[in-house]
């Protein structure tokens, strides 16, 4: 296993990482959103996005002073 699949299995391994993933099945959403879906503070799912983005599962874009997620 190389590591990058290592990394892809830590992301995979929280249960709100595979929900942001789910969520992103559906479309494009700004970070915002995404961090009003969950019960936890907008930092900690920054975290969890900046883990699935480390992983290759999401890419971001700027769009003026947003950031969307996909």
């Known amino acids: 296993m190389s590591d990058d699949d ?3 299995f830590r992301a ?3 249960p709100t990482r595979r929900q942001i993933l789910q969520d992103l099945r559906a479309g494009e959403l700004a970070a915002g959103e995404i961090a009003g ?3 936890i503070s907008a930092p900690s799912v920054s975290r969890h996005l900046s883990v699935l983005k ?6 971001e874009r700027r ?5 969307i997620y996909a």
């Open 37 to 39: 879906r969950f019960p």
């Open 54 to 59: 480390a992983a290759g599962l999401v890419t």
């Open 63 to 67: 769009m003026a002073n947003r950031i």
């Open 12 to 14: 995979l391994a929280d």
């Open 6 to 8: 290592a990394g892809v």
